[in-house]
Nanobody, 123 residues
Framework: QVQVVESGGGLVQPGGSLRLSCAAS????????IAWFRQVPGKEREAVAC????????YYPNSGKGRPTISRDMNLNTVYLQMNSLNPEDTAVYYC????????????????WGQGTQVTVSS
């Protein structure tokens, strides 16, 4: 059974850091792309980063300084999202999602989703 489970969210002060984890089970990362999305109430779910299959190609919809960093540990079958210099606008529920094949930017392209982990940036 394909499953992804997020962890690592919480309350952090502006300027702080968090590392989110997405633990995958029922499949291996060399055949599935893993993406991070985030959503705030009243807004659409937006892609944050994606890491591909065999080649581990990485995609970030938003370029520029300060963007989160996605990485993976093939031995642990886990994908991480490192977020630094957080600001209140980063407050959202962060979701991990997976699909067989290439990274895609649209949420509708993903077949399996975690429950989400809340990230709150506040002083």
């Amino acid at each position: 059974q394909v499953q992804v489970v997020e962890s690592g969210g919480g309350l952090v002060q502006p300027g702080g850091s968090l590392r989110l984890s997405c633990a995958a089970s029922g499949f291996t990362l060399d055949h599935y792309a893993i993406a991070w999305f985030r959503q705030v109430p009243g807004k659409e779910r937006e892609a944050v980063a994606c890491i591909g299959t065999n080649d581990g190609a990485i995609y970030y919809p938003n370029s520029g300084k300060g963007r989160p960093t996605i990485s993976r540990d093939m031995n642990l079958n886990t994908v991480y999202l490192q977020m630094n210099s957080l600001n209140p606008e980063d407050t959202a529920v962060y979701y991990c999602a997976t699909r067989r094949g290439w990274c895609q930017i649209l949420p509708s392209a993903y077949d399996y989703w975690g429950q989400g982990t809340q990230v709150t940036v506040s002083s």
